[in-house]
């Protein structure tokens, strides 16, 4: 497993590319790719195919960020290398995982095929435990530790930005432990890339559901309210937002759904939109969630 906080290497050319000799072969792509896979560029300085691809090649190792790394054989200067690995036309390309070829191909590739084939190459390590990480700062947090679990998921961002699972997670921690305008402050600062990712999407939910609670009305008034006249739909939908902030989310579920039931287009379905983002802000399996939807779903296509 990955150690958290152990620095990857470094996402600069000059780390993850370099020019590798007959000498160096051995150390810096054999052994090298025991830990990372390791692409091999065979090409030479009057290859015109080759001056168009390695450029290619390095930007998309670089983008990989540490996941792969590159090594330049120039085959004028390394003749007896590309023999003995049988060169027979350049621009040749091998990628090295655990010592062995493991894929490559020949001639210059459009971008878009080259960074799919780095991609394809960076997959072979794994993710190096991140997602093993993630799982325990989940656990962390089911468990209440949201101070440790925050510390978690930093780590892991620290290692992969644009995590989902754990940027999300981080922000469900910092609302955990009751950092609400610190989660905030993650999610106006989410990278596009993950904006609209499932994980972000639950943290936006709860982030909503943790504002909304801080308005919540006394739960023994609005359930007087709802009794005395069952059509104040206002006041049945406060006591649902009531209910969820003081933790009784299946009675504010159920709630909900009565009003549905009653005022489908009230508000313009206002409850509806509220069980969406309680079902957003918990587990697809989590048993409320499931059969609330059920329920939901009955009355929607009753």
């Known amino acids: 497993m990955l150690e958290l906080g152990q620095k990857q290497p470094s996402a600069q050319a000059g780390d993850l590319v370099r020019d590798v000799t007959e000498a160096e072969f051995m150390k810096a792509v054999i052994e090298a790719s025991q830990e990372v896979p390791v692409i091999v560029d065979f090409w030479a300085p009057w290859c015109g195919p080759c001056k168009a691809l390695g450029p290619a090649l390095e930007a998309a190792v670089v983008a990989a960020k540490g996941k792969v790394r590159m090594a330049k054989v120039n085959v004028d200067e390394n003749q007896m290398l590309a ?54 700062a989940e656990q962390m947090l089911t468990e209440g530790a949201a101070v440790d679990a925050a ?20 922000i469900r921690a910092h609302l955990a432990a009751g950092n609400t305008e610190q989660a905030e402050q993650l999610l106006a600062a989410v990278p596009a890339e993950i904006a609209s990712s ?37 006041a049945r939908f406060d006591l649902a937002l009531a209910l969820h902030a003081a933790g009784r989310v299946e009675e504010a579920v159920d709630t909900l759904l009565e009003l549905h039931r009653r005022a489908p287009d009230w508000n ?22 499931l059969k609330g939807r059920r329920k939901l779903a009955s009355m929607l296509f009753a």
Not at 94 to 101: D, I, N, S
Not at 207 to 224: D, F, V
Request: negative net charge; proline residues 6%; aromatic residues 6%.
């Open 268 to 289: 313009d379905g206002a409850a509806r939109k509220q069980l969406f983002t309680i079902f957003d802000a918990r587990k697809p399996t989590d048993p409320i969630v």
């Open 198 to 234: 499932a994980e972000i999407e639950a943290a936006r939910a709860q982030i909503e559901l943790a504002q909304q609670a801080r308005n919540a009305g006394p739960i023994a008034e609005l359930s007087q309210t709802v009794e005395a006249d069952p059509n104040d739909h206002q």
């Open 151 to 170: 510390e978690t998921f930093a780590a892991i961002l620290a290692e992969d930005p644009k995590n989902a699972a754990a940027y999300g997670g981080l």
């Open 83 to 136: 023999g003995q690995l049988r060169i027979q036309s350049i621009p040749t390309v091998y990628a090295f995982w655990q010592g062995r070829p493991v894929d490559g191909f020949q001639g210059a590739l459009p971008a878009s095929e080259v960074k799919a084939f780095v991609d394809r190459v960076a997959a072979l390590a794994g993710d190096g435990g991140l997602g093993e990480a993630i799982e325990v």
